[in-house]
Nanobody, 114 residues
Framework: MQLVESGGGLVQAGGSLTLSCTAS????????GFWYRQAPGKQRELVAG???????TMIDVVKGRFTISRDNAKTTMYLQMNNLKPEDTAVYYC?????????WGQGTQVTVSS
């Protein structure tokens, strides 16, 4: 497994979670990193992206609530999610473009109860 996610779970609406995505030791650099999510019965959608230099993009529905960040020394990405809503319930996946190719994590479930 090239990317390993952690941090998902069950939280009440208004709560917070922080997702982590760590690259395996054979990946020495993440160029562009992304977080996607897939809700039941829906297509996978891009939530946020961050370049190696730190430039960020985010979909409108999570702006002001989610923050994407990275630690280049640890080849790790994060997704800080605040004020979670039931509609944020999904499996969250990290995705990374690296010198060795583009990889997906296995996904981590985030469930927000109302």
């Amino acid at each position: 497994m090239q990317l390993v996610e952690s941090g998902g779970g069950l939280v009440q609406a208004g709560g917070s979670l922080t997702l982590s995505c760590t690259a395996s030791s054979n990946i020495f650099r993440i160029d562009d990193g992304f977080w996607y999510r897939q809700a039941p019965g829906k297509q996978r959608e891009l939530v946020a992206g961050i370049s190696h230099a730190g430039s960020m993009t985010m979909i409108d529905v999570v702006k002001g609530r989610f923050t994407i960040s990275r630690d280049n020394a640890k080849t790790t990405m994060y997704l800080q999610m605040n004020n979670l809503k039931p509609e944020d319930t999904a499996v969250y996946y990290c995705n990374a473009q690296t010198p060795s190719g583009r990889f997906w994590g296995q996904g981590t479930q985030v469930t927000v109860s109302s």
